[in-house]
């Protein structure tokens, strides 16, 4: 936490994802492995941001945001390169 930092609060939503490639790009984190079990239950409110149509732009723009700072770093090998159309018009 020390070397790549908090959450990135420019982002509203997928702040989380964004944290878990700084934490592979940092290199120390050599794997990633799926859990076979929940860790955290999310839960939604009336009232929660994901669940808000006044601010659905704003999470679109956020998500959109982290996609793309995924794909701009240097780090990220090429081979991942090709996927960036993909996950911005799906």
Not at 70 to 87: G, N, V, W
Request: with cysteine.
């Amino acid at each position: 936490l020390e070397r790549v930092g908090l959450l990135d609060e420019r982002f509203v939503a997928a702040e989380d994802y964004q944290f878990y490639i700084r934490l592979l790009i940092d290199g120390d984190c050599k794997r990633v492995y799926p859990l076979p079990h929940y860790v955290y239950q999310y839960r939604v409110y009336g009232s929660s941001l994901t669940k808000s149509t006044d601010r659905a732009e704003q999470i679109l723009h956020s998500v959109l945001g982290v996609m793309n700072w995924i794909f701009d770093q240097p780090q990220l090998p090429a081979k991942f390169q090709p996927m960036r159309a993909e996950c911005l018009t799906h």
